[in-house]
T-cell receptor
């Protein structure tokens, strides 16, 4: 059974700083990864997907993938109070065409 | 911007009753999913649906659950005889291509089911 592991937090970061969120996965065959943001009581919202080793940038967000070490991270630059949420790392299910396995999420709190 | 819509937003039902949760996926998407999230826990996969049939289901998706695409737009999840432990947020999602291949899934706002 594929596992996606995250530190549950909470991670507290001052406004304007860089927030770094990490995720490890157990299946070396995983090819793609997703970061979702989930506000309390709301649905997961896709922030970024990454398929290749290295960095992928989108605005203030950078996803990093290291397949050799089996980790994926999300950096949020210039953190804003509105970034306070739970961030879910996810990967497609092992040998599955059609499901996503979610981590338990990291709670991020941006303090003013 | 296209979005997945779910109704109702909140459903309260008595234990043993049947409930139907409804979803309208994004119109050009072909793959549909139901996930659930018990309060404070992970988002868990329930079932995926493609070409008018279930393509995959989890251990959670037992005989109490069923899915249907009754027309060209709706996608429903039925729970036949609800239990207290079915209380959760249920999310519908859709994608253009299989998420196993890396396609992005878009989630609806969820239905909060409370079984009393």
């Amino acid at each position: 059974q594929k596992e996606v592991e995250q530190n549950s937090g909470p991670l507290s970061v001052p406004e304007g700083a860089i927030a770094s969120l990490n995720c490890t996965y157990s299946d070396r065959g995983s090819q793609s990864f997703f970061w979702y943001r989930q506000y309390s009581g709301k649905s997961p919202e896709l922030i970024m997907s990454i398929y290749s080793n290295g960095d992928k940038e989108d605005g203030r967000f950078t996803a990093q993938l290291n397949k050799a070490s089996q980790y994926v991270s999300l950096l949020i630059r210039d953190s804003q109070p509105s970034d306070s949420a739970t961030y879910l790392c996810a990967a497609p299910g092992y040998s599955s065409a059609s499901k996503i396995i979610f981590g338990s999420g990291t709670r991020l709190s941006i303090r003013p | 911007e296209p979005e997945v819509t779910q109704t109702p937003s909140h459903q309260v039902t008595q234990m043993g009753q049947e409930v139907i949760l409804r979803c309208v996926p994004i119109s050009n998407h072909l793959y549909f999913y139901w996930y659930r999230q018990i309060l404070g826990q992970k988002v868990e996969f329930l079932v995926s649906f493609y070409n008018n049939e279930i393509s995959e289901k989890s251990e959670i998706f037992d005989d109490q659950f069923s899915v249907e695409r009754p027309d060209g737009s709706n996608f429903t999840l039925k729970i036949r005889s609800t239990k207290l432990e079915d209380s959760a947020m249920y999310f519908c999602a859709s994608s253009e291509a299989p998420t196993g291949g890396g396609a992005e899934a878009f989630f609806g706002q969820g239905t909060r089911l409370t079984v009393v």
